[in-house]
């Protein structure tokens, strides 16, 4: 089990590493950057102290070395012009277009992407065992049809699409705005439990958007894993000696179904975090995503470097999690991969 | 029977001989066993009565393509001043108790002075026929004919806003339709990138193995581990803005294709290690086919229906990888007119409390997604026709 962690968590630091450079790489790709276009601006203006302070921040954050220089310094591996300060030493650079540190500009959104992220996760795993059994054990019943009909319209229908309608009709039928972190009037305040009630109301409903896709998803697959088990002699047996319907389904065929279920999550977390940040594009929450939006389009490039990295460490952590899982419920993982 | 039998020392029947006898197989058998494989999917696949019918609404959908400016009333740049945020027109039959053809009530049109917005009425008394098979905005079909016919238009001094209009008082239906040809059409050309690519490294890492296929899968590995929309959101971030709307088009298109294709080579390369192992490639080996041959009859073939059913389901993100990068700014610019781009003025709450109906792009997207998703299931389910 040592051996796989250590080898996992290799193969970690070096996607890791890759993710960075690529990451680097796109947004160095639009031609030109937040401080060149200042200048130019500034020059026309003819401010030289503010020119002054441009020209000071590119020194400061190396923007006149070599772009390889600069993707080492950025993420620690090279003393810039203030030693070793990058995202390995947890600096995680200037944002151009606030003037404040990164840190700063992002501390609360990422805790707020990380909760509805765990939240949707949640919601997809306590939603759709259950309707799963239910429809495996109960194969081609309405109920069963009814699930299956639905997941597909989860499956089909674009998140950000349903977001926009759940906005209209709630605010429509029940007048709620479910935009935003919570209602407008709490804002500033210090947090009272009205203030958690109204957060926890409007975390709802984009958890369920941002989990209705995998839900259906995970639905689909988990009965189809089930079906597979319930034919099986195994249970057969368990059931002719006399086990009840319960603790033989529950004993047996559903933690052999449960396998491909955990392996799931790595595929599922990807599209999750897409998700996440399209939804609290079009609900306003104040995830991530908007920040994102905002920086890559005025080239804040530290701010949209850190921002894409930090979505893909969140993946990849998460891929890592769900892979110690299944080494540790599946010892056929973890044997098998001693190649 | 037994006393006939014994006739003749060697007795041979003076009837043709007919092998249907001696095995009787009936009509439906015999087509089944002469019937290619392509032919046997066919059947299999029009067994799948709802992945059938998605195939003709998407077939609905494509042909309407080449002939959008006829099927569109108005063009989609026609700006109808008089009439910013119409909502949609009802097209009634019946006027008065009686029958006369597909007709609309006029729009008149107040100011509100406490809201500040026009607040449209219909006048009853005037019905308004439409006009089918007319002449209305001119275009250029296929960029060569000058011409004006449309299938159909708004009644002579009257106004035809199924759907209602815009900010700027364009009509909403004529903008929808013309979106179709965009929003249609990259969904396609992104699946021919991603399946060009996916063909050639899902190939690359099955035939050559070894090391290039321990690279090609770490690079797949890596590529599905990222979540798709950020990475999106960056490379057209960075497509330049003095780009012309066509190479736009054509760069979000490659985007969208770039990181789509690592499920696609995944499939061919196990298809390609899988289909290797199959008796009737042991078998047409044993049989002195050459590795050309086998490749070419044997091995393409086999794997081509799997492939064309896992690109015909990965169509559908890319439609909305287009729809959800224009929603939100990032993707295609106006005047380029696609779903995307109609849904991005439904954007803020407020325009789409007032106005609702700017919504509506997202129906024929709904649509479209499902149907497609309906027709790759039952491909999927037809690509292996003899299990």
């Known amino acids: ?339 | 029977m037994n006393t006939l039998l014994p006739r003749a020392r060697h007795y041979v029947d003076p009837a043709p001989f007919d092998p249907g006898a001696t095995e009787p197989t009936g009509a439906e058998n015999e087509s089944f066993y002469r019937a290619s494989s392509w032919q046997l999917m066919w059947w299999k696949f029009r067994r799948h009565k709802v992945a059938l019918a998605a195939a003709f609404v998407l077939l609905a959908f494509y042909l309407m393509v080449p002939f959008v400016e006829v099927i569109a009333p108005y063009n989609q740049t026609k700006r109808n001043g008089d009439f910013l945020y119409a909502p949609p027109q009802r097209i009634h039959l019946m006027h008065e108790g009686r029958l006369i053809g597909p007709f609309v009530y006029p729009y008149e049109f107040t100011f509100d002075l406490e809201t500040f917005r026009r607040v449209y009425t219909v006048d009853p008394s005037k019905p308004q026929s439409i006009r089918f098979f007319c002449r209305g905005d001119p275009y250029e079909f296929w960029g060569i004919w000058q011409t004006n016919i449309h299938l159909f238009c708004p009644p002579e001094d009257g106004t035809l806003f199924i759907l209602g209009t815009d900010r700027l008082g364009r009509d909403l239906f004529s903008r929808i339709v013309y979106g179709a040809r965009i929003s249609l059409t990259i969904g396609l050309i992104g699946i021919a990138v991603s399946f060009t690519l996916g063909l050639f490294f899902g190939g690359l890492a099955g035939y050559l193995g070894g090391w290039v296929d321990h690279v090609i899968q770490r690079m797949i590995e890596l590529l599905r581990s990222l979540p798709e929309l950020p990475l999106w959101l960056a490379l057209s971030a960075a497509l330049p803005p003095n780009w012309s709307p066509v190479l736009v088009f054509f760069g979000i298109t490659i985007i969208l294709g770039l990181l789509d294709w690592p499920g696609l080579a995944r499939a061919v390369r196990s298809k390609l290690l899988a289909l290797r192992e199959e008796d009737f490639v042991k078998a047409a080996e044993l049989m002195g086919a050459s590795k050309k041959r086998i490749i070419a009859r044997h091995l393409i073939p086999n794997f081509m229906s799997h492939l064309i059913a896992s690109a015909t389901l990965s169509i559908p993100s890319m439609i909305l990888g287009e729809t959800a990068l224009s929603f939100l700014g990032l993707g295609l610019r106006p005047p380029v007119t696609s779903w995307g781009v109609l849904l991005n003025e439904a954007q803020n709450l407020a325009a789409v409390q007032l106005h609702p109906w700017l919504l509506f792009p997202m129906v024929p997207v709904i649509i479209v997604v499902l149907a497609f998703n309906f027709m790759g299931d039952g491909l999927r389910d037809a690509a292996d026709p003899y299990h």
Do not use: C
Request: glycine share 8%; net charge positive.
């Open chain 1, 1 to 339: 089990m040592i051996r796989f962690l250590f080898r996992r968590l290799a193969t970690m630091a070096v996607t890791l590493v890759i993710i960075s450079a690529l990451v680097f790489f796109i947004i160095k790709l639009p031609p030109g950057d937040y401080l060149s276009n200042l200048i130019y601006e500034l020059r026309a203006q003819n401010d030289s102290a503010a020119i002054a302070k441009a020209e000071f921040l590119i020194k400061q954050y190396g923007l006149d070395r070599p772009p390889w220089e600069q993707y080492l310094i950025w993420i620690g591996a090279m003393p810039g012009p203030n030693g070793f300060s990058g995202l390995l030493q947890g600096d995680w650079g200037w944002s151009f277009e606030y003037d404040k540190p990164v840190v700063d500009v992002i501390g609360d959104a990422l805790w707020l992407t990380l909760l509805v992220n765990l939240a949707a996760v949640i919601f997809i795993h306590v939603v759709s065992i259950p309707i799963a059994i239910y429809s495996a054990t109960r194969q081609y019943s309405i109920g069963d049809y009814l699930a299956t009909f639905i997941g597909y319209i989860g499956l089909a229908t674009p998140s950000f699409l349903l977001a926009l309608i759940l906005l209209y009709y709630l605010n429509r039928w029940f007048g709620i705005s479910i935009g935003g972190l919570y209602d407008s009037r709490f804002a500033g305040e210090p947090w009272t439990w009205e203030k958690i009630q109204s957060f926890l109301a409007h975390l709802i409903v984009p958890t369920i958007v941002i989990g209705l896709a995998g839900t259906a998803a995970m639905i689909r697959r988990m009965r189809a894993n089930l079906l597979d088990e319930l034919g099986k002699q195994y249970y057969v047996t368990a059931k002719a000696k006399g086990l009840g319907p319960t603790k033989a389904l529950l004993k047996y065929p559903f933690r052999m179904s449960l396998n491909p279920f955990i392996a799931d999550i790595g595929n599922l977390l990807p599209n999750l975090v897409s998700g996440s940040v399209l939804v609290s594009l079009v609900l306003s929450l104040p995830t991530v995503g908007p920040i994102l939006l905002s920086a890559l389009k005025n080239q804040d490039q530290f701010l949209a470097g850190f921002i894409l990295m930090f979505v893909a460490v969140l993946t990849v952590v998460g891929m890592l999690i769900s892979d110690i899982l299944l080494a540790w419920i599946d010892p056929r993982i973890r044997m098998g991969g001693a190649r």
